[in-house]
């Protein structure tokens, strides 16, 4: 099995900073695509920053500039750091990996860490 475990979110000023990690554990070939995915209260869950197995990013246009992703492979890990946080950034904050075990590709999903901005 593998499991994804996520931490750093937490309540934060508008302006404000917080690095978001989220690691990977179980049986584990390797990892493709990593992303983070947010959802705020009665929207729907939508991509913020994706991380290909080739390095290559893609961010949603409203976090592009604020936002970083980045990954550590070797620590099937991967980190948000959300700078410059604006009052419609508050969400559950997901990370989704697509992880390759002998003979099977599928996504995993991380249990959610809540952002909260105060103005």
């Known amino acids: 099995q593998v499991q994804l475990v996520e931490s750093g979110g937490g309540l934060v000023q508008a302006g404000g900073s917080l690095r978001l990690s989220c690691a990977a554990s179980g049986s584990i070939f390797s990892i493709d695509a990593m992303g983070w995915y947010r959802q705020a209260p009665g929207k729907e869950r939508e991509l913020v920053a994706d991380?290909?197995?080739?390095?290559?990013?893609t961010y949603a246009e409203s976090v592009k500039g604020r936002f970083t992703i980045s990954r550590d492979n070797a620590k099937n890990t991967v980190y948000l750091q959300l700078n410059d946080l604006k009052p419609e950034d508050p969400a559950v904050y997901y990370c989704?990996?697509?992880?390759?075990?002998?003979?099977?590709?599928?996504?995993?999903w991380g249990q959610g860490t809540q952002v909260t901005v105060s103005s």
């Open positions: 991380s290909s197995s080739g390095g290559s990013t």
């Open positions: 989704k990996m697509a992880v390759r075990r002998i003979g099977v590709r599928r996504d995993y």
